[in-house]
């Protein structure tokens, strides 16, 4: 997918989760794009690793600073310790009117990841996105305990319930996106 498509895409997923309420931080867009492409296929093209808060893709982080830079996004400062939100420049309408067929091909996918992930804080992001990391790529058939486990220990700050809980929670989303 070209640069610019992938600009629109993520303009707007900065529109669905601030719709739903999202801080709309690196790391809300981080575990956001993760479930764009690993559990609704939108090629991004994005390379991720688990890192310290779970799927983390550096092409992402160049790309958001591309599109900063670019003035299609900008950073809106927070009081200590937060970090910046990512909010829309004026520019960013320009870029989605350029892409309608792209956007209108997307749309369902950004709309489920708006209305699943806008409201959720980081800590819950990062089991969530952790979860979908060991449930489609790690351990994809192993029981929900086994990979509630396996949750565990790459990240054992999580609690066991936690775990369970983020991994029945993606394996129901996993369902939803059936019907999309």
Known sequence: MDRLKKAAILITLVEKLRENGSWCGETHLQKSVYFLEDLLGVPLQMDFIIYKHGPFSFDLRDELTALRA???LKLEPQSPPYGPKIVLSKRSASVKESFPKTLKEYEKQLEFVGKKL?????????????ALYISK???PNNSVDERAKELVRIKPHILPDNARDAIEKVDQMIEETKNL
């Open 118 to 130: 806008g409201d959720k804080g980081v800590t819950e992001l990062e089991q969530l996105a952790t």
């Open 70 to 72: 670019d003035e299609l």
């Open 137 to 139: 790529r790690k351990s």
